[in-house]
């Protein structure tokens, strides 16, 4: 676990916090469909006014073209549900960077962080003025921690103080347990709908783990490297080759990649289209496979009952069609089911969980993708190595204060 500057470390009293969470959420025709986001950082917030200081939240919003605003990627929505659950109107700012009048509030919340030029790539004036707004700079997103941006890395450079909240500090926690010391068997989940966003990922996990479970686009990639018929369905052809080294490569680490005996078929990727079972070497050439098959379903429920440590990160197939859902489902709930130490993150993993209203069974949800897939690769996040700096640096000027 790394050595971070807590909130419970600091003294708040009459200070001006910066705050980054992650409001990432999903909205529809402007409306937030999911707030559970939101919700997750109501704690941190109650804490640091308890402490005695002002609050500047900054987040970001989808991906808008940077140093443009952009209504629909305002935060205007996030700010309204902020206010319901604190009992308080939440002021959303615009033109932010040059200072806040906070002497009636004592919060706000900057609009969309990535309408400000040189966000992205982590510019020093941007993450300078960011440092100038507070006296402590605290960053609660863990989601957002595997990028180097100004308001997740640059800021903690120039801040006096930078601090790690309680939401990135318990996700650590979880996944160091899940994912760096883990209780074996271990067994990896990972679904969606291509190989080469997770790739890299793949090659490191069969060193450490004993089963590979495959789903999506990724299993439909490996069947067709180990030889067999898969019609229309989604996959990578260049990817083929890579599919066909880790199936050969996982074998010499005793990890076992156990593809589908039979699967769910469709004539087309749509909502009414009909679902057909069929064996694996039944794959006509017309069909895409949707999802795994009723067999396939019960020899990984064997697996998962089986292991001690499950990493969970997309679905097997096509959730969102309830004909195709099955396979998602009865893996979710057999992971709910299990004793295992569960882990699961990424958005279509944290949707299948809701739809499936698994979650007060999953031992630790993350809110990271990305984040979540390179600390499983056993990378070194930007947003945490800037934070442990800062850590060392704060310590070293407490044990001055104290001589």
Sequence with gaps: MSILVKIADLDLSNKVVLLREDYN??????????????????????????????????????????????????????????????????????????????????????????????????????????????QVYINDAFATSHRAQSSTHGVAKYAAVSAAGPLLINELKALTRGLRKPDKPIVAVIGGAKVSTKLTVLEKLYEKIDKLILGGGIANTFLKAAGYEIGKSLYEKDLVEASTKILREATKYNCDIPLPVDVVTGENFHEETVATIKSIDEIGKNDMI??????????????????????????????????????TKRLANAIAASNAYSIAGGGDTIAAISKFKVEKNISYISTGGGAFLEFLEGKKLPAIAILEEAARAWIAMEKGREL
């Design 25 to 134: 959420v999903p909205m529809k025709d402007g409306v937030i469909s999911d707030d559970t986001r939101i919700v997750a950082t109501l704690p941190t917030i109650k804490q640091i006014l308890e402490g005695g200081a002002k609050i500047i939240i900054v987040s970001h919003l989808g991906r808008p073209k940077e140093g443009e605003y952009d209504k629909s990627f305002s935060l205007a929505p996030v700010a309204k549900a902020l206010g319901n659950y604190l009992g308080a109107e939440i002021p959303i700012i615009k033109n932010w960077t040059n200072g806040i009048e906070m002497s009636n509030c004592n919060i706000v919340l900057c609009e969309n962080v990535r309408f400000e030029k040189g966000e992205v790539t982590n510019d020093d004036d941007l993450s300078r003025k960011m440092a100038q707004l507070c």
């Design 290 to 327: 949707m999802d795994v098959g009723p067999k396939t379903i019960e020899n990984l429920n064997k697996i998962i009952n089986e292991a001690q440590t499950i990493v969970w990160n997309g679905p097997l197939g096509v959730f969102e069609f309830d004909q195709f859902a099955n396979g």
